[in-house]
């Protein structure tokens, strides 16, 4: 049995943990209003953003697949798949499903005949994927935390060049959209080409009823487009990916600090378990101790009878 001293040393160990924890889990759940407070914020204008861009592509028509970025490459041999992890861990398995979800999606096409260009965003997805011997297209680390536009701007430029060029015939995205702090769900969205993006998918399951899903069929007003919805198209498809890029970075940082809060919680209360149990430990070896000590008396006051 390990001796009084040595269990009170691994209490005031574990003790010293249990602050750490738990200012971890505080400083996690500031964090963790203020991005849901960007979400909120974000998401009604990214919903009529992607709203605008899937009625301008189906006015335009046929015309539309003359843009660069809406016209479908003749073959799908190579894929952008663009991962979005964290910077730091100790968030249980958020930055994990990521990378599995990645891996299992690049394999998948692997099995096809195709080819995966690897972006991550994330110290931790970054260093995963060099980790497992993927090479990297493109990599962008340093904001995860606090996500700008700009820093969604740079991805897109260099996913959109990449299309544009012919070096990528289909981009998609895997990142961790937020649900609630308990909850992170991994999502897989296509960005391009348009018509393989999931806006087109949005299109069927709301079934163009109205400007917003679940709203009851109507009559529809007509739209009339100046310029030309091929011309809207141009402008509209770069933000598009820019604000599609910059929603998941923002779902995976609010992600990110409700999985830290729920990881850095449950450490509090196991290390709370892991001190009931030493103290009783500390307890039984006082009692020992005190038992043995009160044999030794009994044992040296019989010996001089």
Same mark, same amino acid.
């Given at each position: 049995m390990a001796s009084q001293r040595d269990v009170k040393n691994r209490i005031s160990s574990v003790k010293n943990i249990q602050k750490i924890t738990r200012a971890m889990e505080? =400083?996690?759940?500031?964090?963790?209003?203020?991005?849901?407070?960007?979400?909120?914020?974000?998401? #009604?204008?990214? /919903? &009529?953003?992607?709203?605008?861009?899937?009625? &301008?592509?189906?006015?335009?028509? &046929?015309?539309?697949?003359?843009?660069p970025l809406l016209s479908e490459h003749e073959s799908t041999d190579r894929i952008g798949l663009l991962l979005v992890t964290g910077d730091r861990g100790l968030a249980g398995g958020f930055? $994990?499903?990521?990378?599995?979800?990645? *891996?299992?999606?690049?394999?998948?096409?692997?099995?096809?005949g195709a080819q995966a260009a690897w972006y991550a965003t994330g110290r931790r997805g970054v260093s995963s994927?060099?980790?497992?011997?993927r090479e990297l297209a493109g990599s962008y680390t340093g904001f995860a935390d606090k996500p700008a536009y700009a820093d969604a701007r740079s991805i897109a430029d260099d996913l959109m060049t990449g299309y544009i060029d012919g070096d990528l015939d289909r981009v998609e995205i895997v990142y961790?959209?937020?649900?609630?702090?308990?909850?992170?769900? =991994?999502?897989?969205?296509?960005?391009?080409?348009?018509?393989?993006?999931?806006?087109?998918?949005?299109?069927d399951d709301d079934g163009e009823a109205g /400007?917003?899903?679940?709203? #009851?069929?109507?009559?529809?007003?007509? *739209?009339?487009?100046?310029?030309?919805?091929?011309?809207?198209?141009?402008?509209? =498809?770069?933000?598009? =990916?820019?604000? $599609?890029?910059?929603?998941?970075? *923002?779902? $995976?940082?609010?992600?990110?600090?409700? &999985?830290?809060?729920?990881?850095?919680? $449950?450490?509090?209360d196991n290390a709370g378990e892991i001190i009931t149990d030493l103290t009783l430990q500390m307890n039984r070896a006082r009692q020992a101790e005190i038992t043995q000590e009160i044999m030794e008396v009994v044992a040296g006051a019989e010996g001089l009878t």
């Open positions: 505080m =400083v996690a759940a500031a964090r963790l209003r203020r991005a849901e407070q960007r979400i909120a914020a974000l998401r #009604p204008y990214a /919903d &009529a953003l992607r709203r605008m861009t899937r009625q &301008a592509a189906q006015a335009a028509g &046929a015309e539309a697949t003359r843009l930055n $994990s499903q990521i990378i599995r979800a990645g *891996v299992r999606i690049g394999d998948e096409y692997a099995e096809q994927l060099t980790f497992r011997g961790n959209a937020y649900i609630s702090p308990l909850t992170q769900q =991994v999502k897989r969205e296509t960005l391009l080409p348009l018509s393989a993006a999931t806006i087109a998918a949005e299109a /400007d917003d899903a679940g709203q #009851p069929a109507g009559p529809r007003a007509l *739209v009339a487009y100046e310029p030309d919805p091929e011309e809207i198209l141009k402008r509209l =498809v770069p933000d598009y =990916v820019e604000i $599609s890029i910059y929603r998941s970075l *923002v779902e $995976s940082t609010a992600g990110f600090f409700g &999985a830290q809060m729920t990881a850095m919680r $449950s450490a509090s």
